[in-house]
C-alpha cells in the first residue's frame, strides 16, 4: 500500500533528511516502531482488552512485562521487547516464538548460492549490504534445508511418454577424502505431449558410462516412463545397447551436429569450409539412399586425405541413418542435443568460480537450483508442434496415441 504523497512531504519536512543515510535511520527506526506497535496489538487481542484498560472484565491472565529479544531484519539487528503474559500463552505471529530472523535472510542465501557463489561470498555480500554476520558454515546450513525437496524431485512420478528424450553428462571435480577426483552430472531432459521441454532428472555419479545410464533408464521407467519415441545422445559407447535394455521400442539418435565436429577435427584449417560444405549434401539428403550415395562421392574426393572424417560416419551409421527417415520438423529436433548442451552451459555459468566442490551434496545442491531458474525461463513449446504431434501420431500410431 502506496504512502500518500501529502503525508510523505510531512515526514520529509519534519525530520529534515540530508542524506540517504538520514533516510535509512529513519526507515529502520519506524520499522522497529511498528514492529513495537504490531506486538502490543497482539498482547491486546490476546488479553482481550487494551493495556491498562480492563475496566470491570474479569480475567484468568494478565500482562507480566516484557522480554528483550534481538532479530535479524533488512535494516540489520534490531532490539524488539516481547510482551508477555503471566500464563505463557501469548504467541505473537508478527515473530514468532524461537524466530530471530525476520529478514527472508534465507531466501536471499539460496537465491545466491543458486547463482553460483560461494558460501564465503554470500557471506561478505550479506555483511555489506545487510550487516547481517552469517558464518559460511550457517550459510552452508541453509542451503541444506533444500535436500529435501531436491530428493522429492529427483523423485517425482513423470509423464507415461515422452516423445524425445535427450541424454548428456556434464563432469565436475569433487573433493574426496583429501583428494580430487572427476564425477559426473547425468542430465536428461524431456520434450512433453504438449511439446514443452521439462528436465526428467539429474544425478551426480562417476565419470560417464553406459553401467550408470542404464541406472537412469531404469530409475526413468521405475518412475513411470513406460515409453519414450527417440532417444536423441553424444557417442558414447554402449549408449544405444543401454537404451534398447530399458527402451527397446525407442529410435536412438546420434547427434549430427556432434558427429560433424568429430569429422571437422580431422580436417585441416585450409580445407575446412570445403569440407563442410561438400558434407552438408550428405546430411541435408531427403532420404537415407541419396545421403549414403552423397557419402560415398564425399569419400571419393576427401577420402584417401582425411579417411578417419568418413569412417566416423560409415562406422557410426546405424545411429545416424534414423534422422533420414523422418520430416524437416521432426529432423530440426532429433538431430542435435544442442538443447541439453544449452542447459548445460547455464550449469557451467553457476559453477565456473568453482574448481571444486566439497561434496557430491554441495554440486547437486547448485544444479537443483539452476534448474529451478532454468525451467522458469522455458514457458514456450517447439515451433509447429501441433503438425509435428499429428506427424508422430501416424508414424507411431498406438503408442503414442493411447496417451493422448
Not at 520529509?12 to 504490531?38: C, G, P, R
Not at 524437416?328 to 544449452?342: K, L, P, Q, S, V
Request: proline share 3%; glycine share 4%.
Amino acid at each position: 500500500m502506496a504512502i500518500p504523497k501529502e503525508l510523505l512531504r510531512q515526514i520529509i519536512k519534519e525530520n529534515d533528511f540530508k542524506s540517504v543515510n538520514d533516510i535509512y535511520s529513519f526507515l529502520k527506526d519506524s520499522f522497529k516502531d511498528m514492529l513495537q506497535e504490531m506486538l502490543e496489538a497482539e498482547m491486546d487481542v490476546s488479553m482481550g482488552y487494551p493495556k491498562g484498560d480492563k475496566g470491570e472484565l474479569v480475567v484468568d491472565n494478565k500482562r507480566n512485562g516484557y522480554s528483550q529479544k534481538t532479530v535479524k531484519s533488512q535494516f540489520g539487528e534490531l532490539e524488539v521487547d516481547i510482551p508477555r503474559d503471566r500464563n505463557g500463552e501469548f504467541d505473537p505471529k508478527i515473530i514468532p516464538k524461537y524466530q530471530r530472523d525476520i529478514s527472508g535472510i534465507e531466501e536471499k542465501v539460496i537465491s545466491l548460492y543458486a547463482r553460483g557463489m560461494s558460501t564465503r561470498d554470500i557471506h561478505d555480500q550479506l555483511k555489506d549490504i545487510y550487516g547481517i554476520e552469517l558464518s559460511a558454515e550457517m550459510v552452508s546450513k541453509i542451503t541444506d534445508r533444500i535436500i529435501p525437496d531436491i530428493k522429492e524431485w529427483q523423485s517425482r512420478p513423470l509423464d507415461p511418454i515422452y516423445p524425445f528424450c535427450f541424454m548428456d553428462a556434464i563432469h565436475y571435480k569433487i573433493k574426496e577424502d583429501g583428494r580430487i577426483v572427476n564425477r559426473a552430472a547425468y542430465v536428461v531432459l524431456g520434450v512433453t505431449l504438449d511439446g514443452e521441454k521439462d528436465i526428467l532428472s539429474v544425478t551426480i555419479g562417476a565419470n560417464e558410462s553406459s553401467k550408470f545410464w542404464l541406472g537412469m533408464l531404469n530409475d526413468l521407467k521405475n518412475r513411470g516412463v513406460m515409453d519414450v519415441l527417440f532417444f536423441c545422445v553424444d557417442g558414447l559407447p554402449g549408449f544405444k545397447e543401454a537404451i534398447n535394455t530399458v527402451y527397446p521400442n525407442a529410435v536412438v539418435q546420434r547427434c549430427i551436429i556432434h558427429m560433424l565436429r568429430n569429422s571437422f577435427k580431422y580436417v585441416s584449417y585450409k580445407d575446412i569450409k570445403k569440407f563442410a560444405s561438400d558434407f552438408k549434401a550428405v546430411y541435408r539428403a531427403p532420404n537415407e539412399e541419396i545421403a549414403l550415395a552423397e557419402l560415398e562421392i564425399l569419400k571419393e574426393k576427401w577420402g584417401k586425405k582425411y579417411p578417419y572424417a568418413i569412417s566416423n560416419w560409415e562406422n557410426n551409421w546405424d545411429v545416424v541413418s534414423p534422422y533420414f527417415s523422418f520430416s524437416d520438423d521432426i529432423r530440426r529436433i532429433m538431430y542435435t542435443t544442442n538443447i541439453i548442451e544449452g542447459l548445460n552451459r547455464q550449469f557451467r555459468k553457476v559453477t565456473k568460480t568453482k574448481s571444486s566442490f566439497t561434496n557430491d551434496t554441495s554440486l547437486e545442491k547448485m544444479l537443483y537450483l539452476a534448474s529451478m531458474n532454468v525451467l522458469k525461463k522455458w514457458t514456450q513449446r517447439y515451433r509447429n508442434w501441433d503438425m509435428v504431434l499429428s506427424q508422430l501420431c501416424i508414424l507411431f500410431d498406438n503408442r503414442l496415441t493411447q496417451y493422448l
